[in-house]
C-alpha cells in the first residue's frame, strides 16, 4: 500500500526568532509577537548583579504545532519536494509566516487511498486547518492570511493581478516548435510590462514588502527560468533588468530556497504532458483575485 514520507519543517526564521540575551545565566528565544515586561518588585541580586525578573505573554504568538499539508514528491529524489508552484506558493507563505509545517510527500502517479479519502480531487497542496482538510493554493493562502494575520502579506485587489499573464504565455512559448508562431514576442511582452511595472513601483510587487502576489508569481518565474534555459536555451534578456532584479531578489530569500522544487524535477518530466497539465492548472489560478 501505497504511503506518504513525511518531514517535519521549522521555518526560516524559526518562529521563535527573537531572542533576548543574558537572562541570567541563561538566552530566552521569544516569538515576534511575544510581550516583554520588567517587575521590578521580583529583582534578584547575586554576585553578577541585579537579575531583573521577566514577565512573558504569549497570548498573540501562532500556535507551535505544525500545520500538516500535502505537497508533490519529488520524480527524481526521494523524501524531497516536488516541482509544483502552486505547493510552493503555501510554502513560502508558511515559511514567511514563521509557521512551523509537517510536510507529507504525495507521489502523483500513484496517489495512495488515504490521501484521495481526505481530498477526493487527488490534487495538491491540501493543508488541514481547524481540524479539516482544505484543497486549493487560493483557498489555502487567504484562511492562512485570515487565520494568522502578522505579518500581513495581503495584496491590494489592484495589484493582485500583476504578472499574471506569465506563466500561461510561458508555457505557450515552451511548448511552441515554430519560432514564427509568436508565441515567444508574446511572452516578451508580458515580461516587458512587467519589468515597467516593477520599474515604478517595486522592489516587489507592492512596494517594498513581500506579498502574496509575490509568493505566487515566484515560483512560476523559478519554472520559466529553469525549463526554457533547459528546452530553449532562453533566458530573460539584459533588456529587462527590473524583472531580472525582482527575480533575483525573490529567488535569493530564505523561504525561497528552503521550499524551491530541485532543477532536475523541472525539467525531468519533459514538456508535453507534464506541461499541459499545469497550463491548464495556471489558468484557474490566475483568475482568481488574488494570485
Not at 521569544?30 to 517587575?39: E, F, T
Request: proline share 8%.
Amino acid at each position: 500500500m501505497s504511503t506518504a514520507t513525511t518531514a517535519k519543517i521549522q521555518p526560516t526564521p524559526c518562529s521563535f526568532s527573537s531572542t533576548v540575551r543574558h537572562v541570567g545565566f541563561f538566552n530566552l528565544r521569544l516569538s515576534r509577537s511575544a510581550h516583554v515586561s520588567s517587575n521590578s518588585s521580583n529583582n534578584q541580586v547575586g554576585r553578577h548583579g541585579i537579575r531583573r525578573a521577566l514577565t512573558v505573554s504569549m497570548s498573540s504568538a501562532p500556535s507551535s504545532n505544525p500545520l500538516e499539508i500535502c505537497v508533490k514528491a519529488s520524480v527524481t529524489t526521494p523524501n524531497k519536494l516536488g516541482d509544483c508552484p502552486f505547493c510552493q506558493r503555501v510554502l513560502l507563505t508558511l515559511e514567511e509566516k514563521h509557521l512551523p509545517y509537517d510536510l507529507k510527500f504525495v507521489d502523483l502517479a500513484h496517489k495512495p487511498a488515504w490521501f484521495l479519502k481526505i481530498n477526493p480531487g487527488g490534487k495538491v497542496p491540501v493543508i488541514k486547518l481547524d481540524e479539516k482538510w482544505m484543497p486549493d493554493s487560493d483557498v489555502i493562502t487567504q484562511a492562512l492570511e485570515e487565520k494568522y494575520p502578522n505579518p500581513p502579506l495581503g495584496t491590494p485587489p489592484e495589484k493582485a493581478s500583476v504578472g499574471s499573464k506569465i506563466f500561461s504565455t510561458f508555457i505557450g512559448f515552451l511548448k511552441s516548435k515554430d519560432p514564427s508562431d509568436g508565441t515567444e514576442k508574446a511572452l516578451l511582452n508580458e515580461l516587458t510590462s512587467f519589468n515597467n511595472y516593477i520599474k515604478e513601483n517595486g522592489p516587489f510587487v507592492n512596494g517594498k514588502e513581500v506579498s502574496a502576489v509575490d509568493l505566487s508569481l515566484g515560483p512560476k518565474l523559478h519554472h520559466l527560468e529553469i525549463a526554457l534555459g533547459h528546452y530553449k536555451n532562453w533566458s530573460v534578456p539584459d533588456s529587462l533588468p527590473y524583472a531580472k532584479s525582482y527575480m533575483k531578489a525573490i529567488f535569493s530569500r530564505d523561504s525561497f530556497i528552503k521550499t524551491r522544487a530541485l532543477p532536475d524535477d523541472v525539467i525531468a518530466v519533459g514538456v508535453p504532458k507534464h506541461w499541459v497539465k499545469l497550463s491548464v492548472a495556471c489558468v484557474l489560478d490566475c483568475a482568481a483575485l488574488n494570485p
